[in-house]
């Protein structure tokens, strides 16, 4: 199947900071993707559909502002979470698809740790 | 998006085989079901999809109902690999541009 690749895996830093996690569509071309956040024993929830060239669409409740998403090209999507404080620090998951099935691929998540 | 609902937890003997239920009784025409794991601490894995036939690839089995209403995932040997939350889906296949919307799934404990 399709790969995704995230970095880093696992990320510490101090409140106030600023944090960036990479997602990659290794072997096909993603002009949308998908970061998820995921707090201890619940599941995953959507935070905002990347479109590649344009704006990133947020899920009711997510900050646009904080959490700033970039699709600049076809195979790398960023998240950055600015000012991050300890409640933002969680499991950050992002996923793309391939138009011929419509199975998604997920990347291997990014753990965040905030002091 | 159709609704779909799991038993929370289930457990399963090493070797045998796992059937994992799933209701999604407000599917609708275009909707397919499909299927993902999660292994702790890593990200989903796809496993299988289908729309109203069953299917079958290397790593399980989906059989669906003949009114959609319900399937099962079948992982036919169940190794101690496999303990993981499995979450079904009822979504429409866009070709990958659909966001996917994650229920709480079914905790498979695989047990030696």
């Known amino acids: 199947g399709a790969v995704v690749s995230q970095h880093p895996s696992r990320v510490i830093c101090k409140s106030g900071t600023s944090v960036k996690i990479e997602c990659r569509s290794l072997?096909?071309?993603?002009?949308?993707m998908f970061w998820y956040r995921q707090f201890p024993k619940q599941s995953l929830m959507l935070m905002a559909t990347s479109n590649e060239g344009s704006k990133a669409t947020y899920e009711q409740g997510v900050e646009k502002d904080k959490f700033l998403i970039n699709h600049a090209s076809l195979t790398l999507s960023t998240l950055t979470v600015t000012s991050a404080h300890p409640e933002d620090s969680s499991f950050y998951i992002c996923?793309?698809?391939?138009?011929?099935?419509?199975?998604?691929?997920f990347g291997e998540g990014s753990r965040l740790t905030v002091l | 998006d159709a609704k779909t609902t799991q038993p929370p937890s289930m457990d399963c003997a090493e070797g045998r085989a796992a059937n994992l239920p799933c209701n999604h009784s407000?599917?609708?025409?275009?909707?397919?079901v499909y299927w993902y794991r999660q292994i702790h601490s890593q990200g989903p894995q796809y496993i299988i999809h289908g729309l109203k036939n069953n299917e079958t690839n290397e790593m399980a089995s989906l059989i669906i109902t003949e009114d959609r209403k319900s399937s099962t995932l079948i992982l036919p040997h169940a190794t101690l690999r496999d303990t993981a939350v499995y979450y079904c889906?009822?979504?429409?296949?866009?070709?990958?541009?659909?966001?996917?919307?994650f229920g709480t799934g079914t905790k498979l404990q695989v047990i030696p």
């Open positions: 072997d096909f071309q993603a002009t949308t």
């Open positions: 996923s793309g698809g391939t138009p011929n099935t419509g199975e998604l691929f």
């Open positions: 889906i009822a979504e429409p296949n866009s070709g990958g541009y659909q966001k996917v919307t």
């Open positions: 407000t599917i609708s025409g275009n909707e397919y």
